[in-house]
């Protein structure tokens, strides 16, 4: 009886200790990955609203990316600074555009976008410049233009 009680003792860890340890590494594993989502969206909301570093949604993202990066504390002296820097009337904007730049860029190092430049950050299209402006001028049509060919061609003769 003793081989038996073994036996069914190892069968009932085995039954339970298996799918805990499975559902463990799922629940870890699904948290780094929200982890990340999170803090890809983060920057990705700081990077297209970059350029009005007055509007509301710039302030926005970059407090997103203070709650998201909240334990990093080199980001959050970089984002203190750069809130003092926006709020420091003396500063210029070429300044502060470089300041966010290199957050920007560190955020991204952090995050595991390793062949990211400044350059990079700093030449992409900034959200609202992205389109060019459409030419709202008239436009010849087909029939607009057959018709001054017309023209021509009778003024030649």
């Given at each position: 009886?003793?081989?038996?009680?073994?036996?069914?003792?190892?069968?009932?860890?085995?039954?339970?200790?298996?799918?805990?340890?499975?559902?463990?590494?799922?629940?870890?594993?699904?948290?780094?990955?929200?982890?990340?989502?999170?803090?890809?969206?983060?920057?990705?909301?700081?990077?297209?609203?970059?350029?009005?570093?007055?509007?509301?949604?710039?302030?926005?993202?970059?407090?997103?990316v203070?709650?998201?990066f909240?334990?990093?504390?080199e980001?959050?002296?970089?984002?203190?600074?750069?809130?003092?820097?926006?709020?420091?009337?003396?500063?210029?904007?070429?300044?502060?555009?470089?300041?966010?730049?290199?957050?920007?860029?560190?955020?991204?190092?952090?995050?595991?976008?390793?062949?990211?430049?400044?350059?990079?950050?700093?030449?992409?299209?900034?959200?609202?410049?992205?389109?060019?402006?459409?030419?709202?001028?008239?436009?010849?049509?087909?029939?607009?233009?057959?018709?001054k060919?017309?023209?021509?061609?009778?003024?030649?003769?």
């Amino acid at each position: 009886m003793n081989g038996w009680d073994n036996n069914f003792i190892g069968i009932l860890i085995q039954g339970l200790v298996g799918p805990l340890v499975a559902g463990l590494v799922i629940w870890f594993v699904g948290k780094r990955d929200f982890e990340k989502r999170t803090k890809n969206e983060a920057i990705r909301d700081l990077m297209t609203f970059r350029g009005d570093y007055a509007s509301s949604e710039f302030r926005r993202s970059l407090n997103k990316v203070s709650i998201t990066f909240h334990k990093d504390k080199e980001t959050r002296k970089q984002i203190s600074n750069l809130y003092e820097q926006i709020n420091d009337p003396n500063q210029s904007p070429a300044n502060i555009k470089r300041k966010i730049v290199g957050l920007i860029y560190n955020l991204c190092q952090k995050n595991g976008f390793k062949g990211i430049t400044e350059y990079d950050i700093d030449q992409a299209f900034i959200e609202g410049t992205q389109a060019p402006i459409a030419d709202t001028s008239p436009q010849p049509t087909s029939k607009t233009t057959k018709t001054k060919k017309r023209v021509s061609k009778k003024k030649k003769r």
